[in-house]
C-alpha cells in the first residue's frame, strides 16, 4: 500500500509534525507499507491510495482531491471549526480531539507516541537529591494552567515539607510567566538534546489542561438546583477541545510517575495501570506530591507505567489499528 504524507515543512519542534508524520510514516515503512513525507503537492505520486496532510496545510485538502481523485485523504486535528467535504478522514489523539471533530463521519484516534523515547531505560528513583523536583514539559500557556490550585498545592509542599526544584521546558524558555507561577525555585530551559536528561532528573512530572471556570466567572458557585442535578460542591472545569495526554505518555516512557489532572484522555492512559495518581484542587495535588515524596513508590509506579505504556500504546500495533480503520471507508 502506499502511503503517503504531505506538511508544507519538515520542523521537528513541530509535535504534530514529529508523532503524526515523521514517526508514523517511519512505522508504516516498518510494516512493509511504502509511505513517504512530501512538501509539495506537485511531487506526491498518481499511485499514491492513502495522501495524510499535516496541520499546517489542511487548507489545501481541495487542491490534493483534484489532483489525486481516487485517492483517500486524510488530515491531521484539524481545528474543530474547519469543514471540507473532500476530507476522507481525520487522525487525532486523544477522547477530547475526536468528540471535537463530530461533523466528520471517520475520525480515527492515533495516540501522540514519541518513537524517539521507546528505547531509553526508566529512571531509577532515589532520596538523594535536596529538592524535590517537579517536571513541566509543553507549550507556555499552559503555565498559566497552574493557576490557582497547582501553585497553592506547591508552595504549601515546599514550605511544609521538602524544598521544591520546578524544572519547566518550553518552546519560549524566557516567557514572562507571572499567573500561577509558584514561589519557589525554578530552572526554565528550552528543547534541545538535553531533554531526556533534564526530565530524568525529576521525580515527578505535572501536565495540567484543565482549569477552573471560577477564576473568570466568580458568580458560577451560586448557581445551585438540586432540580438540575447542580450542587455546591460540583467541578468547574474547562479545557481546549485538542487536550490530549501526549506530554503524560513522554513521562510514562521516561520512568517519572505523573500527578494526572481531570481531562478525559489522562484518565484512559491511567486507567490501565494499578494507580490513581489525579488531582484537581490545592488539597489533591498535595496529597499525591506526598504520597510520591517516597522513592520505592515512584520506582514501582515507573516500571508498571512504562510496561503499560509500551504493552497499550505500541506504536506498530497502533498504527495497523489505524490502516485498518482508513481502508474500512
Same mark, same amino acid.
Given at each position: 500500500?502506499?502511503?503517503? &504524507?504531505?506538511t508544507?515543512?519538515k520542523?521537528?519542534?513541530?509535535?504534530?509534525?514529529?508523532?503524526?508524520v515523521? *514517526? !508514523?510514516? @517511519?512505522t508504516?515503512? *516498518?510494516?512493509?507499507?511504502?509511505?513517504?513525507?512530501?512538501?509539495? !503537492?506537485?511531487?506526491?505520486? @498518481?499511485?499514491?491510495?492513502?495522501?495524510?496532510?499535516?496541520?499546517?496545510?489542511?487548507?489545501?485538502?481541495?487542491?490534493?482531491?483534484?489532483?489525486?481523485?481516487?485517492? $483517500?485523504l486524510?488530515?491531521?486535528?484539524?481545528?474543530?471549526?474547519?469543514?471540507?467535504?473532500?476530507?476522507?478522514f481525520? =487522525?487525532?489523539?486523544? %477522547?477530547?480531539?475526536?468528540?471535537? !471533530?463530530s @461533523?466528520?463521519?471517520?475520525? /480515527?484516534?492515533?495516540? !501522540?507516541?514519541?518513537?524517539?523515547?521507546?528505547?531509553?531505560?526508566?529512571?531509577?528513583?532515589?532520596?538523594?537529591?535536596?529538592?524535590?523536583?517537579?517536571?513541566?514539559?509543553?507549550?507556555?500557556?499552559?503555565? &498559566?494552567? &497552574?493557576?490557582?490550585?497547582? $501553585?497553592?498545592?506547591?508552595?504549601?509542599? *515546599?514550605?511544609?515539607?521538602?524544598?521544591?526544584?520546578?524544572?519547566?521546558?518550553?518552546?519560549?524558555?524566557? /516567557?514572562?510567566?507571572?499567573?500561577?507561577?509558584?514561589?519557589?525555585?525554578?530552572?526554565?530551559?528550552?528543547?534541545?538534546?538535553? &531533554? #531526556?536528561? =533534564?526530565?530524568?532528573?525529576? +521525580?515527578?512530572?505535572? #501536565?495540567?489542561?484543565?482549569?477552573?471556570?471560577?477564576?473568570? #466567572?466568580?458568580?458560577?458557585?451560586?448557581? #445551585?438546583?438540586?432540580?438540575?442535578?447542580?450542587? *455546591?460542591?460540583?467541578?468547574?472545569?474547562?479545557?481546549?477541545?485538542?487536550?490530549?495526554?501526549?506530554?503524560?505518555?513522554?513521562?510514562?516512557?521516561?520512568?517519572?510517575?505523573? =500527578?494526572?489532572?481531570?481531562?478525559?484522555?489522562?484518565?484512559?492512559?491511567?486507567?490501565?495501570?494499578?494507580?490513581?495518581?489525579?488531582?484537581? +484542587? +490545592?488539597?489533591?495535588?498535595?496529597?499525591?506530591?506526598?504520597?510520591?515524596?517516597?522513592?520505592?513508590?515512584?520506582?514501582?509506579?515507573?516500571?508498571?507505567?512504562?510496561?503499560?505504556?509500551?504493552?497499550?500504546?505500541? %506504536?506498530?500495533?497502533?498504527?495497523?489499528?489505524?490502516?485498518?480503520?482508513?481502508?474500512?471507508?
Amino acid at each position: 500500500m502506499q502511503i503517503n &504524507f504531505l506538511t508544507r515543512n519538515k520542523n521537528d519542534n513541530s509535535g504534530s509534525y514529529r508523532i503524526w508524520v515523521k *514517526d !508514523l510514516s @517511519q512505522t508504516i515503512n *516498518d510494516l512493509d507499507h511504502n509511505s513517504k513525507v512530501y512538501t509539495s !503537492l506537485n511531487d506526491i505520486p @498518481q499511485d499514491t491510495e492513502i495522501l495524510i496532510i499535516c496541520k499546517s496545510c489542511y487548507n489545501i485538502v481541495s487542491e490534493a482531491r483534484k489532483r489525486l481523485s481516487n485517492c $483517500k485523504l486524510g488530515v491531521i486535528n484539524i481545528p474543530a471549526n474547519y469543514s471540507n467535504k473532500d476530507i476522507d478522514f481525520v =487522525i487525532v489523539g486523544s %477522547p477530547e480531539e475526536y468528540v471535537s !471533530l463530530s @461533523q466528520y463521519d471517520n475520525v /480515527f484516534i492515533y495516540p !501522540l507516541i514519541e518513537l524517539k523515547f521507546q528505547n531509553i531505560e526508566s529512571k531509577i528513583h532515589n532520596d538523594d537529591d535536596d529538592y524535590f523536583n517537579i517536571c513541566f514539559h509543553g507549550h507556555y500557556p499552559h503555565l &498559566f494552567k &497552574f493557576e490557582p490550585f497547582l $501553585k497553592k498545592a506547591i508552595e504549601e509542599f *515546599d514550605k511544609s515539607y521538602k524544598k521544591v526544584c520546578l524544572k519547566v521546558i518550553t518552546g519560549n524558555k524566557n /516567557f514572562n510567566w507571572q499567573t500561577g507561577k509558584p514561589n519557589v525555585k525554578i530552572e526554565m530551559f528550552g528543547y534541545d538534546n538535553d &531533554f #531526556v536528561n =533534564i526530565v530524568q532528573s525529576c +521525580d515527578i512530572g505535572i #501536565v495540567p489542561n484543565v482549569s477552573d471556570i471560577r477564576m473568570f #466567572v466568580k458568580d458560577i458557585t451560586k448557581i #445551585v438546583s438540586t432540580d438540575h442535578g447542580l450542587y *455546591d460542591t460540583d467541578y468547574f472545569l474547562r479545557m481546549k477541545n485538542k487536550t490530549n495526554a501526549g506530554r503524560a505518555y513522554v513521562f510514562y516512557q521516561l520512568g517519572i510517575p505523573v =500527578i494526572h489532572d481531570l481531562s478525559p484522555s489522562s484518565f484512559e492512559l491511567m486507567s490501565k495501570t494499578k494507580h490513581v495518581i489525579c488531582a484537581h +484542587d +490545592d488539597f489533591s495535588y498535595l496529597r499525591e506530591m506526598k504520597k510520591l515524596m517516597n522513592s520505592n513508590l515512584r520506582n514501582e509506579i515507573a516500571v508498571s507505567n512504562k510496561s503499560v505504556f509500551e504493552n497499550f500504546y505500541n %506504536p506498530k500495533v497502533k498504527a495497523v489499528e489505524l490502516l485498518e480503520n482508513i481502508k474500512g471507508i
